[in-house]
């Protein structure tokens, strides 16, 4: 059997009845880590723009780069698990990630960070949904899959929910350069757990003798494949936009905060604080949105679980940029967009188990991912190119509106009868 199967095929608690198991809580510890350190960035934009003067357009693009890195990365590194093994590529996820982390810290032009962000950005791939998602997969049994998944991606969220104030609370005493430093040996500790990330290859005989090429061939002829990868692109054009500039557009747009009121009383004295928060209430609300999503999976059709959770996301964002931005729409937005944040991951991923087997899930789901960081490119860049050229992000919020109703529509005729190891049911 090839060395994808990730170590040897006794995965660790692949047999017992219980969802949990060491290679579900290892999956969620990387998880965590490393969305915690990528969920912060956005933190840094006003600090590194001030120190070295670069318009908003120049950080933003490095943020872009580095999505798009994450992109790029993630087939690659999902194809390298499968053929060498799940834990080499973490390993060497890991070492990218760190790497571009401290020599970030030294970059002082543009063009050095947006370069050096590429690191980042394979890192992020070789420690994210791409690869531990395919281990977690293989390891949980079929009727606790997409609820497995569903945990793992909450995870990712507990790491947002951590990331932005930590971060914010180490530039109240560090410089960002220190910080970057810190986070680069937070990303490093996930090493320990590998021992822990062994699953077998849950596939059938045929998914077995069929080549990588045969199944890649076979999804990219699909329709429904297509409708997948383009369904993807506004979550990542929506999550990348928030997170990268939702704590600047909160700083410029949002009334001041009431110096007697309960956010005051909480600690949250201004807006650049309360940005910070936000992004903390989206980690915090989509734990739970996550597991959610991941339990219905296992229940209900999920191309129309998709759909619908497309369509809130366009109603909320709608909503919130067309009623005064005030200290409670903040709040109220991030808890219900945080609700839906990741909660398509685990029924996308789950999806592409669903058609094509599990065997290659990882690198099937990678160029699925790669339409989610196409969107993330545009989401970040777009943002603070706009932003240079009109002085807010009315503009690039629409635009972000606008794709997630296409999202909503284009999962609707995804053909959910193949001969997947878990047929949909019927809602």
């Known amino acids: 059997m090839a060395a994808g199967a990730g170590g040897s095929a006794g995965g660790a608690g692949a047999k017992s009845g219980s969802i949990m198991s060491p290679v579900l809580i290892a999956g969620c510890f990387v998880i965590m880590a490393g969305f915690a350190i990528r969920a912060s960035f956005g933190v840094f934009q006003i600090p590194i723009a001030t120190e070295f003067g670069w318009p908003r357009s120049d950080f933003s693009m490095a943020i872009a780069i580095q999505n798009l890195a994450w992109g790029i990365g993630q087939p690659i590194f999902g194809a390298i698990a499968e053929r ?10 890991a070492l990218s990630y760190a790497a571009g982390l401290v020599l970030s810290a030294y970059a002082v032009t543009p ?39 569903g945990i793992t991606t909450a995870a990712g969220s507990a790491g947002q929910v951590l990331g932005a104030p930590f971060a ?6 560090y410089p960002w350069q220190t910080v970057f430093m810190i986070f680069a040996v937070i990303i490093l500790s996930v090493l320990v757990v590998l021992p822990l990330m062994r699953a077998p290859v849950r596939a059938t005989r045929a998914e077995i003798e069929e080549s990588m090429s045969a199944v890649l061939g076979k999804a990219l002829r699909d329709p429904s494949f297509a ?8 979550c990542g054009y929506q999550l990348a936009f928030i997170t990268a500039h939702f704590p600047a557009l909160v700083t410029q747009m949002c009334g001041p905060i009431d110096p007697h009121g309960f956010l005051a009383s909480m600690g949250i004295t201004s807006t650049a604080r309360l940005g910070a928060v936000a992004i ?13 999503a991941g339990w219905l999976g296992n229940r209900y059709t999920k191309k129309y679980l998709l759909a619908g959770i497309y369509t809130a996301r366009t109603i909320i964002a709608a909503a919130f940029i067309m009623l005064p931005i005030t200290p409670t729409s903040v709040i109220l937005f991030s808890i219900g967009m945080g609700a839906l944040w990741l909660a398509t991951v685990p029924l996308t991923s789950g999806l592409v ?39 807010n992000y009315t503009e690039v919020w629409w635009i972000g509106v606008a794709v997630g109703a296409f999202s909503a529509l284009i999962h609707l005729p995804i053909d959910e009868r193949r001969g997947g190891p878990e047929p949909a049911r019927a809602v």
């Open 111 to 149: 063009g050095q960070m947006q370069l050096l962000e590429i690191l980042v950005g394979f890192g992020i791939a070789g420690t994210g949904f791409g690869v531990i998602l395919a281990v977690v997969g293989r390891a949980a049994r079929p009727e606790h899959r997409s609820l497995a998944l």
């Open 280 to 292: 903390s209430l989206v980690g915090l609300a989509n734990i739970g949105g996550s597991i959610l």
């Open 84 to 93: 060498f093994g799940d834990r080499k590529a973490i390993i060497l996820g």
């Open 353 to 391: 188990a669903q058609l094509y087997g599990l065997r290659y899930m990882g690198t099937l789901y990678g160029i699925v991912f790669l339409s989610h960081q196409l969107g993330s490119f545009m989401g970040v860049w777009l943002g603070g190119r706009m932003f240079d050229a009109y002085g």
């Open 227 to 234: 409708m997948i990868f383009m369904g993807f692109f506004s």
């Open 168 to 173: 914010a609370a180490m530039l109240d005493h």
